[in-house]
């Protein structure tokens, strides 16, 4: 079972990595006879943004790594809130989903400004900005998490003369957690990207300022790198809660090999 396990993680690591390097191998070897376009740089001439500055990628990745990690932060413990209350107060189920469909609708590019004018132009801005573009996700799953309840089971806590909070503790959040967590982790690339977007709007330091200085500056080595960084570091976000996913929902993994 265990030779089985790894042979099966290997097969899934080692065939998009494999992929990868094909395709950077076949990228350089295409800028090496000039046959991609000018603004289409290798990913050696990449690689070199990043040996000749090294802290080029530090200085620029680690704060929006804080500002998108504490926008994700507050937009979980306000999603989870406003979900349990929503679900807890019937009345209130329609207008928080409202609210949260409504925030969501606005567009990223649009309300940077807006709140730029509010609380100016530190990192608050960026914060807020992730916690706006995470929201929804989180806000979904946690609403729809704690209805999946079944009619039974409500049934007998009703019968036990539990109280909301009790039903929502014992019952309704235990089976509400795959639903939150798939949404947890959708969000995580959108607090990335939000946070991203925001810091176009001014920032001295940040993915986002490094991509426009580096368009503004005609550098497309640098403008390639902050876009891969953008990716990486979205992709770590998702793979991060893939990984808590997986561990905390333990008994869904021990279905699975079984199956």
Not at 22 to 32: G, S
Not at 69 to 95: D, E, F, K, T
Not at 123 to 148: C, D, E, H, Y
Request: aromatic letters at 10%.
């Amino acid at each position: 079972m265990d030779v089985a396990k790894a042979k099966s993680a290997f097969s899934k690591v080692a065939l998009p990595m494999g992929v990868l390097v094909a395709i950077l191998c076949a990228a350089q070897t295409l800028k090496y006879f000039n046959l991609l376009p000018i603004f289409v740089p290798g990913p050696w001439d990449v690689v070199m943004q990043i040996w000749t500055s090294p802290t080029l990628v530090s200085s620029n990745v680690l704060p929006t790594l804080y500002k998108a990690s504490a926008g994700y932060l507050i937009a979980a413990i306000v999603a989870v809130c406003a979900g349990s209350l929503a679900v807890l107060v019937r009345m209130l189920y329609g207008p928080i989903y409202n609210f949260g469909v409504c925030i969501n609708s606005v567009p990223i590019i649009a309300t940077a400004p807006l709140i730029a004018l509010t609380m100016g132009n530190g990192p608050q801005v960026q914060i807020a900005i992730a916690a706006l573009a995470s929201q929804f996700p989180m806000l979904v799953g946690t609403m729809q998490g704690l209805r999946s309840a079944d009619a039974r089971q409500l049934e007998l806590m009703h019968v036990l003369s539990a109280s909301k909070l009790q039903t929502l503790r014992y019952l309704l959040a235990p089976g509400a957690l795959p639903f939150m967590l798939a949404g947890f982790k959708i969000a995580a690339p959108s607090a990335v990207l939000g946070a991203i977007t925001a810091e176009w709007v001014g920032a001295d330091r940040g993915i986002g300022a490094l991509m426009l200085y580096a368009l503004f500056s005609y550098d497309t080595p640098k403008v390639w790198l902050s876009v891969l960084l953008t990716c990486a570091l979205a992709a770590s976000g998702y793979g991060l809660m893939a990984l808590v996913q997986h561990y905390v929902l333990w008994w869904d993994r021990d279905v699975e090999l079984e199956s």
